[in-house]
């Protein structure tokens, strides 16, 4: 299964509009238009070093690249 297509199916989460929108599973709300929306980021509760780095670094390159409030 392509990781593309896991979201669709329940097995994880992810934002690939692109692909969505161009084979036609998703259509724009007002085309040519972006929309801004807080993003949040979950992690199972159960811990683990690989998903504490995980978590750390999605979080500082979000910090470093995305539009601040």
Same mark, same amino acid.
């Given at each position: 299964?392509?990781?593309?297509?896991?979201?669709?199916? %329940?097995?994880?989460?992810? &934002?690939? /509009?692109?692909?969505? #929108? +161009?084979? %036609?599973?998703?259509?724009? &709300?007002? /085309?040519?238009?972006? #929309? +801004?929306?807080?993003?949040?980021?979950?992690?199972?509760?159960?811990?683990?070093?690989?998903?504490?780095?995980?978590?750390?670094?999605?979080?500082?390159?979000?910090?470093?690249?995305?539009?601040?409030?």
């Amino acid at each position: 299964m392509r990781l593309s297509r896991q979201p669709w199916v %329940g097995l994880g989460w992810a &934002l690939h /509009p692109q692909i969505h #929108l +161009d084979s %036609g599973g998703m259509v724009e &709300l007002v /085309p040519g238009s972006p #929309l +801004d929306v807080p993003l949040y980021w979950q992690q199972a509760r159960i811990a683990s070093r690989v998903m504490d780095s995980l978590s750390h670094t999605v979080a500082s390159s979000a910090r470093a690249e995305l539009i601040q409030d």
